[in-house]
């Protein structure tokens, strides 16, 4: 933990918080794909 006048920096919070982004992603990459074999299937791509 690193702390100062103006902030408090807390590793642990930020390993929370790029784990919850890394989430969001994966879920939309997931999405992404599904969309892009549908317009393969149907002859879009």
């Not at 790029?18 to 317009?39: G, M, N, P, T």
């Amino acid at each position: 933990m690193t702390l100062n006048k103006y902030f408090v920096f807390i590793p642990e919070a930020l390993n929370q918080e790029v784990h919850k982004d890394k989430q969001v992603i994966s879920e939309k990459e997931a999405q992404r794909q599904v969309l892009v074999k549908q317009a393969q299937q149907e002859g879009g791509l």
